[in-house]
């Protein structure tokens, strides 16, 4: 079956636009995270939904970053005003229930110059 | 001190070795346990979980230590197909399912 898919692949930003990173889980799975990992380094959390409550956005860096769930699937992390550390591959992952196997999608990888 | 700690290699060893990665964690309230395994420039996928009493997988077993807060990898002979890298993980917490840290990873490479 489908797996976790996020779009775009690969985006390119210059420092200051905005950008909106999608993110499809698997189909009827709850709970949906995202991470941030930056070059040579392990994943990082920062928020996590069940359905379309957001329970948890402690990983978030900054005010800058903003992520949504509206109907309980589809979710979508923005970046406002982009800077070049926010460069690195956001990965989303989702899982049936809290407690289940996340499977992750092949991330979205973000360049900012 | 990060909350999971992993060398990060790399490790350079040839086919049909056995190579071992070990791991750190600072939260004694942590839970669950799993090793990711994370291809070049793709997800990490889940390799396996590790339980208390120690769990094997074919060529894979893990290990956790609770007093230690001390978890391993242990991989026989090894197939040019294991070359990624090897992410420890732990849970957050009693409370906190599924809420996962990562360790930055151990990188493998075997070669021919």
């Known amino acids: 079956g489908a797996g976790v898919s996020q779009s775009p692949r690969y985006k390119v930003a210059k420092r200051g636009q905005d950008v909106a990173l999608r993110c499809d889980p698997i189909?009827?799975?709850?709970?949906l995270f995202w991470y941030q990992q930056a070059l040579g380094q392990g994943p990082e959390f920062l928020t996590y939904f069940q359905n379309e409550a957001q329970l948890d956005k402690s990983g978030l860096p900054s005010d800058r970053f903003f992520a949504e769930r509206p109907e309980g699937s589809v979710s979508t992390l923005k970046i406002q005003r982009t800077q070049q550390e926010d460069s690195a591959v956001y990965l989303c992952?989702?899982?049936?229930?809290?407690?289940?196997?996340?499977?992750f999608g092949p991330g979205t990888r973000l360049t900012v110059l | 001190r990060k909350e999971v700690e992993q060398d990060p290699g790399p490790f350079n060893v040839p086919e049909g070795a056995t190579v071992a990665f070990n791991c750190t964690y600072s939260n004694s309230a942590s839970q669950s346990f799993f090793w990711y395994r994370q291809d070049c420039r793709k997800e990490p996928k889940l390799l396996m979980s590790?339980?208390?009493s120690g769990n094997e997988d074919g060529r894979f077993t893990a290990q956790l230590n609770r007093a230690s807060q001390y978890i391993s990898l242990l991989i026989r002979d090894s197939k040019l197909s294991d070359s990624a890298t090897y992410l420890c993980v732990v849970n957050k917490g009693n409370n906190a399912g599924n809420m996962l840290t990562f360790g930055g990873g151990t990188r493998l490479m075997v070669k021919p």
């Open positions: 590790v339980y208390s």
């Open positions: 992952a989702s899982s049936l229930t809290y407690t289940d196997t996340q499977y």
């Open positions: 189909s009827g799975h709850v709970s």
